[in-house]
T-cell receptor, first 116, second 113 residues
Framework: GAVVSQHPSRVICKSGTSVKIECRSL??????MFWYRQFPKQSLMLMAT?????????EQGVEKDKFLINHASLTLSTLTVTSAHPEDSSFYIC????????????FGPGTRLLVL | SQQGEEDPQALSIQEGENATMNCSYK?????LQWYRQNSGRGLVHLIL???NEREKHSGRLRVTLDTSKKSSSLLITASRAADTASYFC?????????????WGAGTKLIIKP
């Protein structure tokens, strides 16, 4: 149980385009989903926390208009990187908690974004 | 956001040896969790220890928690090449934190065959 998928696993795009990343909880209802960014050889940096049906709570320094998060259902959250620039290139990871999996976070496999 | 510090930053040992990683944190916690991340992948939850627990075992993993020192250790016994990964501790402060986890910087563990 507690499987989280993330799609796509890898994306290359041109500067100025928008990229959408999907995060799905496959076998449980995710009350809360988290979006992280991870730079090489560093720890996770929390970008935002989203609860199903409400607006995401962004961490300080994270532009909400740049990183649009939608958590419209209990099994799906999306992160859209709008007007991507090379500095947005990174590894983006989602995690989810909910149902019987309240205290731990279950992670997707991550999305490697490269903006040219 | 990070409040945890882990040491060592990197650890390289021979297969079969035991590996110990330490984690310190700053605020009171509801629980502390350890995760593993293989290179370029998502994180995998290993073990959770609550603030009222002192030690917990899971297979070859042994976690201790000392709330008076605000520290935890993860011991991997009889290490295997497949244990090569980065290990992160994360703390849950409970309360109104919305189950956010505060992450340590991680320990990169290399098991040499």
């Amino acid at each position: 149980g507690a499987v989280v998928s993330q799609h796509p696993s890898r994306v290359i795009c041109k500067s100025g385009t928008s990229v959408k990343i999907e995060c799905r909880s496959l076998d449980f209802q995710a009350t809360t989903m988290f979006w992280y960014r991870q730079f090489p050889k560093q720890s996770l940096m929390l970008m935002a926390t989203s609860n199903e049906g409400s607006k995401a709570t962004y961490e300080q320094g994270v532009e909400k208009d740049k990183f649009l998060i939608n958590h419209a259902s209990l099994t799906l959250s999306t992160l859209t990187v709008t007007s991507a620039h090379p500095e947005d290139s990174s590894f983006y990871i989602c995690s989810a908690r909910g149902g019987e999996y309240q205290e731990t976070q279950y992670f997707g496999p991550g999305t490697r974004l490269l903006v040219l | 956001s990070q409040q945890g510090e882990e040491d060592p930053q990197a650890l390289s040992i021979q297969e079969g040896e035991n590996a110990t990683m330490n984690c310190s944190y700053k605020t009171s916690i509801n629980n502390l969790q350890w995760y593993r991340q293989n290179s370029g992948r998502g994180l995998v939850h290993l073990i959770l220890i609550r603030s009222n627990e002192r030690e917990k075992h899971s297979g070859r993993l042994r976690v201790t928690l000392d709330t008076s020192k605000k520290s935890s250790s993860l011991l991997i016994t009889a290490s295997r090449a497949a244990d090569t990964a980065s290990y992160f501790c994360a703390t849950d402060a409970g309360g109104d934190s919305n189950y956010q986890l505060i992450w340590g910087a991680g320990t990169k563990l290399i098991i040499k065959p």
